[in-house]
């Protein structure tokens, strides 16, 4: 079941957007529209849909489309056209009031500059969304500890912002959009201005803190490394535009067009490919000689260098659904 669904959703930026919107033709490229109209063509024509549970990455370079257009999605940014629906709910068509409870106890965000109160201490930071909710004070306090904890951050409860870590703070904003408990996490860039090392520990914590709450998390990055590692899903966009939405491994194995190619270009296969990515049709293999769907490439290279032989590719259920041999697997890892 989808728990967010986008339809046609168009944003531009200037006086008469629906004038342009309306007269745009098809191939005018996005420098057209500002060189002809003066107007900035921002997300054009994006349609997906998220599923509950899921962590679905939308990435592309600077000025892509990729931040306006989750914004659109709690409308922080008005759409100029186009549909929004959370749990089959439109909120394009909502008022002030029902966007105002969408936003405190559906939606939460994290941004890539913490966005923390210099004069309040951590737990009081955490503990803001349910303040804005109207919670009692020790209730919200208790909650934020909790929170704190699950995050790795007990102990710094009583602590202000600038006493703590680049990582830290990062943390502390993390735990304020868990703490009212939210169905669907929107993260712009959390962690790029972070160290790199910090930030991988990031990565891992969101994963982690993933597994215990399925939370539906909408993560925004211009990395695609950290896109490959986060995303069950990954939307490239460019110019406003999604020119390729798959899987990981769907992206890395079958890049659409030379702008997703020059992103995998650098990107370990081995890691991220699996059998399922690059078998062939079943051709007669049988479970005698098998591996599952999920090895990686990077597993699979001692198997198939000692066995030159047919390997079947097995489903959850045991069944073939596929057959490698040496030679795919090798021009698999070659074509990187």
């Given at each position: 079941?989808?728990?967010?669904?986008?339809?046609?959703?168009?944003?531009?930026?200037?006086?008469?957007?629906?004038?342009?919107?309306?007269?745009?033709?098809?191939?005018?490229?996005?420098?057209?529209?500002?060189?002809?109209?003066?107007?900035?063509?921002?997300?054009?024509?994006?349609?997906?849909?998220?599923?509950?549970?899921?962590?679905?990455?939308?990435?592309?370079?600077?000025?892509?489309?990729?931040?306006?257009?989750?914004?659109?999605?709690?409308?922080?940014?008005?759409?100029?056209?186009?549909?929004?629906?959370?749990?089959?709910?439109?909120?394009?068509?909502?008022?002030?009031?029902?966007?105002?409870?969408?936003?405190?106890?559906?939606?939460?965000?994290?941004?890539?500059?913490?966005?923390?109160?210099?004069?309040?201490?951590?737990?009081?930071?955490?503990?803001?969304?349910?303040?804005?909710?109207?919670?009692?004070?020790?209730?919200?306090?208790?909650?934020?500890?909790?929170?704190?904890?699950?995050?790795?951050?007990?102990?710094?409860?009583?602590?202000?912002?600038?006493?703590?870590?680049?990582?830290?703070?990062?943390?502390?904003?993390?735990?304020?959009?868990?703490?009212?408990?939210?169905?669907?996490?929107?993260?712009?860039?959390?962690?790029?201005?972070?160290?790199?090392?910090?930030?991988?520990?990031?990565?891992?914590?969101?994963?982690?803190?993933?597994?215990?709450?399925?939370?539906?998390?909408?993560?925004?990055?211009?990395?695609?490394?950290?896109?490959?590692?986060?995303?069950?899903?990954?939307?490239?966009?460019?110019?406003?535009?999604?020119?390729?939405?798959?899987?990981?491994?769907?992206?890395?194995?079958?890049?659409?067009?030379?702008?997703?190619?020059?992103?995998?270009?650098?990107?370990?296969?081995?890691?991220?490919?699996?059998?399922?990515a690059v078998m062939n049709p079943a051709d007669g293999a049988t479970a005698e000689q098998s591996v599952t769907a999920e090895t990686t490439l990077e597993a699979l290279i001692p198997r198939v260098l000692s066995y030159d032989g047919l390997l079947a590719v097995l489903d959850e259920a045991g069944t073939v659904i596929g057959s490698l041999d040496r030679r795919t697997v090798l021009l698999a890892l070659a074509e990187g």
């Amino acid at each position: 079941m989808s728990k967010v669904e986008l339809h046609h959703i168009w944003k531009i930026f200037g006086p008469n957007p629906q004038y342009v919107m309306e007269s745009l033709e098809k191939s005018a490229s996005r420098a057209d529209v500002l060189s002809q109209t003066g107007h900035v063509l921002a997300v054009r024509d994006v349609s997906l849909a998220v599923g509950e549970g899921e962590i679905f990455v939308v990435m592309g370079l600077s000025g892509s489309g990729k931040s306006t257009l989750v914004r659109c999605l709690s409308r922080l940014i008005e759409p100029t056209a186009g549909k929004v629906l959370i749990n089959g709910e439109d909120v394009t068509a909502m008022d002030e009031a029902a966007l105002r409870e969408l936003r405190r106890h559906k939606v939460s965000m994290v941004f890539q500059r913490f966005g923390l109160f210099p004069h309040r201490r951590v737990v009081d930071n955490v503990a803001y969304g349910l303040e804005v909710q109207g919670v009692e004070t020790a209730v919200r306090l208790a909650k934020a500890e909790q929170v704190l904890q699950l995050v790795g951050l007990n102990g710094w409860e009583h602590h202000f912002p600038h006493e703590l870590s680049g990582g830290m703070q990062q943390r502390v904003g993390l735990a304020r959009a868990l703490a009212v408990d939210p169905e669907i996490m929107l993260c712009d860039e959390p962690f790029s201005a972070l160290d790199p090392l910090i930030r991988r520990d990031m990565q891992n914590e969101l994963l982690h803190l993933q597994q215990t709450l399925h939370k539906t998390i909408i993560f925004i990055t211009h990395d695609f490394l950290e896109a490959l590692k986060l995303g069950d899903r990954i939307a490239i966009m460019k110019d406003g535009e999604i020119v390729q939405l798959g899987t990981p491994e769907e992206i890395v194995a079958r890049p659409v067009n030379d702008y997703v190619r020059e992103f995998t270009r650098d990107v370990p296969r081995a890691k991220v490919l699996t059998a399922a990515a690059v078998m062939n049709p079943a051709d007669g293999a049988t479970a005698e000689q098998s591996v599952t769907a999920e090895t990686t490439l990077e597993a699979l290279i001692p198997r198939v260098l000692s066995y030159d032989g047919l390997l079947a590719v097995l489903d959850e259920a045991g069944t073939v659904i596929g057959s490698l041999d040496r030679r795919t697997v090798l021009l698999a890892l070659a074509e990187g």
